[in-house]
T-cell receptor, first 114, second 109 residues
Framework: DTGVSQDPRHKITKRGQNVTFRCDPI?????LYWYRQTLGQGPEFLTY????????KSRLLSDRFSAERPKGSFSTLEIQRTEQGDSAMYLC????????????FGPGTRLTVT | RKEVEQDPGPFNVPEGATVAFNCTYS??????FFWYRQDCRKEPKLLMS???SGNEDGRFTAQLNRASQYISLLIRDSKLSDSATYLC??????????FGQGTELSVKP
């Protein structure tokens, strides 16, 4: 399978715990995006990387959130001290660099904070 | 006002019907536009890009109206398998996508 993959697919955690998600983009894609989606809403942008450089972060991304893409390949998204409001689907997408290149999404990680 | 707005529906239509969705965007500098399809509890999948001249892919037609800042998606001869949520997306400067909240379509036999 050469699509975007994410791990884990589901995560249940208790409030206050830290969680980390991984995204492996399509191999030749140099752009990687993280989005968050809650029920009944479209995905909301969190942050993106071009190669290993994090070029933009949304105001939605509080200090408890951090993302890395150390070698310009896979990326991790960490949430520290999780809150119930963090419960959502976390989606990763990748694309080639350029205005008209489409983004392809991974299956997402569904986070439930109890 | 949200940057990208869609009628959330749901749209309930019989098989064979033609259904149209509209999506408005607020940033007149937006350059690229897309329609994604999302099945329940799945990831969004790209349905089609939207070009200035309009484009068609089988039963699906997408159009862009820059003057009025909206994009549309027309589905002809709808099938049961078309039931899903349809998301419009506008590519912002820097490449991030701004999504509407999605329009739910339910096609009934």
């Amino acid at each position: 399978d050469t699509g975007v993959s994410q791990d884990p697919r589901h995560k249940i955690t208790k409030r206050g715990q830290n969680v980390t998600f991984r995204c492996d983009p399509i191999s030749e894609h140099n752009r990687l995006y993280w989005y968050r989606q809650t029920l009944g809403q479209g995905p909301e942008f969190l942050t993106y990387f071009q190669n290993e450089a994090q070029l933009e972060k949304s105001r939605l991304l509080s200090d408890r959130f951090s993302a890395e893409r150390p070698k310009g390949s896979f990326s991790t998204l960490e949430i520290q001290r999780t809150e119930q409001g963090d419960s959502a689907m976390y989606l990763c997408a990748s694309s080639l660099d350029g205005r008209d290149y489409e983004q392809y999404f991974g299956p997402g990680t569904r986070l439930t904070v109890t | 006002r949200k940057e990208v707005e869609q009628d959330p529906g749901p749209f309930n239509v019989p098989e064979g019907a033609t259904v149209a969705f509209n999506c408005t965007y607020s940033n007149s500098a937006s350059q690229s536009f897309f329609w994604y399809r999302q099945d329940c509890r799945k990831e969004p999948k790209l349905l089609m890009s939207v070009y200035s001249s309009g484009n068609e892919d089988g039963r699906f037609t997408a159009q862009l109206n820059r003057a009025s800042q909206y994009i549309s998606l027309l589905i002809r001869d709808s099938k049961l398998s078309d039931s899903a949520t349809y998301l419009c997306a506008v590519k912002s400067q820097g490449g991030k996508l701004i999504f509407g909240q999605g329009t739910e379509l339910s096609v009934k036999p």
